[in-house]
């Protein structure tokens, strides 16, 4: 019996020993994976794929028309485009949520339609100052997780990237495009602010000189001007709080002035601009300096006002002998003259151009129906227009335009 039970004993110690021995410490640590310059190199290389394909459009031929276009190959499944945002990105540093959502506030530049990859070709999206690789270095970070890489541009700028260790690998905070974006300040004007007449700038105090044109066909009753004035103030309250939007601030005052002409005024821009040649005035700008008091506005248009059919008009100083007769830059309001297009000439004054015959071709129509749909340079109503940034960077609203709009600006 003694025997026995020392068997049983002997039995259970071993027992609860291999138990013991079997299970998992807490204390053990994954060993942590081998960073060196090559493994470096190849999540640079790996981030710079990423920003071919979401901001250079490398999936899309440029040849595209800009619409959506399923990509065929390596990536045409969306998983495949994941699984590289996830294999170059940590989850905290917000690259992949950025890529997938490129360009803010438009169609993506890459997106899934039934598990399938489509892209958007943003023509004006590009982006070149990559890393040369050879310049890569490596410097420890805060902990054994953590590596700073160091490396120049193209451009000579020094980057300072830092990999983190996750439970799937080394994987890169933030990529190239973040860490070095585009700066707006870069973009040159094609079409600047308008330097010519007196209306070169939508800022400050402008005064708006209403002339209300009588002939011997037609004139204005009282509640006509005041039909007239209240749709013009409408447009400059549009343009106003726009401009607010984007930093700026404007005071608009108006002044009511009148001309008779005795004869039938003809409804174009230049049937004006002939007729009042011929006044003892000789140009708006003179007529604006006898009749208002300018001293302390920093700018200020005439709204001619006629109430009959006229064509949709303005006129701007373009430094001829032409237009040195009208100095005084100036629209054309008639009784069928949409409020969008008393914005438009405004804002053509200014410098800014949508589709017009003359000042924006089919390919710039495209572009703005394609980014901007409700951009007041297109759209027909007021009433749900827009300014959008191309159009206030043209007129002077701001200095400032995110570089993927480029593309409005050339030749």
Known sequence: ???????????????????????????????????????????????????????????????????????????????????????TYTESGGC??????YPEGHIPSV???????????????????????????????????????????????ELTFTARLTENGWRLEKGIYFLNPPTATECNKEFPLSSLGSFGEFKGKITVIELFVSDKEA????????????????????????????????????????FDHSEIMGTRPLDFDIVFAETGFGTLKSFAEATVDLSDSDGYVFAVCMDKET????????????????????????????????CRSLIYLLGGYGYDEELCGKYEESLFRNYFPNDIMINSSLDDSVISPVTAYACGMTDELDPLYRVFFYE
């Open 1 to 87: 019996m003694l025997l026995l039970a020392a068997v049983l004993l002997l039995v259970f110690c071993g027992c609860q020993g291999e138990g013991e021995s079997s299970a998992p410490s807490t204390e053990e640590s994954v060993e942590p994976e081998a960073f060196d310059v090559e493994r470096a190199i190849e999540l640079i290389e790996r981030d710079r794929l990423a920003t071919e394909i979401f901001i250079n459009n490398s999936l899309c031929k440029r040849s595209d028309s800009a619409n959506l276009k399923a990509v065929d190959g390596e990536y045409s499944e969306f998983s495949a485009i994941v699984g590289l945002l996830d294999s």
């Open 219 to 258: 004139g204005f009753t009282s509640a006509e001007e005041d039909e007239y004035h209240a749709r013009i103030s409408k447009c400059l309250d549009f343009l106003c709080s726009n401009a607010e939007a984007y930093g700026g601030e404007v005071e608009i005052v108006y002044e009511k002035r009148f």
């Open 311 to 342: 064509e949709m008009g303005y006129t701007a100083n373009a430094g001829t002998k032409e237009t040195e007769l009208y100095y005084g830059e100036k629209l054309i309001v008639g009784n069928n003259t949409s409020n969008a297009d008393i």
């Open 96 to 101: 992949k949520e950025a890529f997938l959502k």
């Open 111 to 157: 997106s899934a339609i039934e598990d399938k990859t489509y892209v958007f070709n943003h023509v004006g999206s590009e982006y070149d100052d990559f890393v040369m690789t050879s310049t890569v270095k490596l410097e420890n970070g805060r902990d054994e997780n953590e590596m700073l890489i160091k490396a120049t541009t193209r451009t000579m700028n």
